[in-house]
T-cell receptor
């Protein structure tokens, strides 16, 4: 059974810092991995999607890496801003059978001005 | 265009009552998913609809939970005889077609069972 773990559970940083969020998964047979952002009272917003054949994806100040063999992904946020405050979720999609998403428990990020 | 919408945004009910949660997917999206997010936990998959195919109900936690979808439109998640452990945010998502497509999430319904 696929299990997804995110560390740390919560993180508080001052504005401007670079930071790394971690995601690990137990079954490396994945189709892709996705990072989402969740704001209070709102749904999830997809940030980056990395296919199993890729090593990283970049969008603006965000960079996500994937090491499938070790079951790890990181989300790097450069020059953090108060608007980045949210919960960040990673999810993996398996590559056999019904390709449902399996989510981690999230990292709650607070960026202080 | 309009995103995924869910109603109500909040629902407070008494233990033992039945509740219905509604999801309006993005127009044209054939796939629809329901998830549950309990406090401090990750999203749990509940059920998946794809077009007119039989839904994948493998994530439903008990027979008190059921869901329907009419064609490729609105879906309703029904919880009968609610229990306190049913308290959670229920999220709906839709995608254009294939399971591997990006899912677009609604804002969720926060259910509190007293």
């Amino acid at each position: 059974k696929q299990e997804v773990t995110q560390i740390p559970a919560a993180l508080s940083v001052p504005e401007g810092e670079n930071l790394v969020l971690n995601c690990s998964f137990t079954d490396s047979a994945i189709y892709n991995l996705q990072w989402f952002r969740q704001d209070p009272g709102k749904g999830l917003t997809s940030l980056l999607l990395i296919q199993s054949s890729q090593r990283e994806q970049t969008s603006g100040r965000l960079n996500a890496s994937l090491d499938k063999s070790s079951g790890r992904s990181t989300l790097y946020i450069a020059a953090s801003q108060p608007g980045d405050s949210a919960t960040y979720l990673c999810a993996v999609r398996k590559n056999t059978g019904f390709q449902k998403l399996v989510f981690g428990t999230g990292t709650r990020l607070l960026v202080s001005p | 265009g309009a995103g995924v919408s869910q109603s109500p945004s909040n629902k407070v009910t008494e233990k033992g009552k039945d509740v219905e949660l509604r999801c309006d997917p993005i127009s044209g999206h054939t796939a629809l998913y329901w998830y549950r997010q309990r406090l401090g936990q990750g999203l749990e998959f509940l059920i998946y609809f794809q077009g007119n195919s039989a839904p994948d109900k493998s994530g439903l936690p008990s027979d008190r939970f059921s869901a329907e979808r009419t064609g490729e439109s609105v879906s309703t998640l029904t919880i009968q005889r609610t229990q306190q452990e049913d308290s959670a945010v229920y999220l709906c998502a839709s995608s254009p077609g294939l399971e591997r497509d990006t899912q677009y999430f609604g804002p969720g319904t926060r259910l509190t069972v007293l």
